[in-house]
């Protein structure tokens, strides 16, 4: 089972989000919260396996929100959402350690695919790349 933490500051969105990953049986949404601060609070509460999150939330960003979540918990992944995916705000979202940036206008198609890849890709070793067998 895949526990997920919901953040966005806008009910209707938190909504929607419940509603696409309600389809799946493999996902459960364990809470939600509202701005970034309650989203670090529930994710040390709730010890969510995933943590899906608005980059522009109230109190402390969703980019620093995700920080605070990496440093307290580095094996929760983080996928942050964004009206619109800028390069720079993508590359700063990873570099605070989202495992993935979406358009809230690809939810609808791309918000499970993504939550399975970024949860298979934080289950790799660092070394499974360099990880082939040598060649006799």
Same mark, same amino acid.
């Given at each position: 089972?895949?526990n ?9 969105m +938190? ?6 990953? +309600? ?10 919260a509202?701005?970034?601060e309650?989203?670090?609070? +529930?994710? =040390?509460?709730?010890k ?12 402390? !960003?969703? =980019? ?15 996928i ?12 700063? =979202? ?8 979406? !358009?809230?206008?690809?939810?609808? !198609? ?8 970024? =949860?298979? %890709? %934080? ?5 499974? %790349?360099?990880s082939a067998?040598?060649?006799?």
């Amino acid at each position: 089972m895949i526990n997920v933490l919901l953040v966005d500051d806008y009910p209707i969105m +938190q909504q929607l989000l419940r509603d696409i990953l +309600q389809r799946y049986p493999d996902i459960c949404v364990v809470g939600e919260a509202q701005n970034g601060e309650e989203a670090v609070l +529930q994710s =040390m509460k709730l010890k969510p396996t995933v943590v899906i999150i608005d980059i522009n939330l109230p109190t402390i !960003s969703g =980019m620093e929100a995700t920080r605070l979540i990496k440093l307290q918990r580095p094996s929760t992944v983080v996928i942050g959402l964004t009206a619109g995916v800028p390069d720079q705000t993508v590359t700063a =979202m990873r570099d605070a350690g989202a495992a993935a940036v979406l !358009s809230k206008g690809d939810l609808l !198609s791309a918000l499970y695919p993504t939550i399975i890849e970024a =949860m298979r %890709s %934080s289950a790799k070793p660092a070394f499974a %790349s360099a990880s082939a067998s040598p060649k006799h």
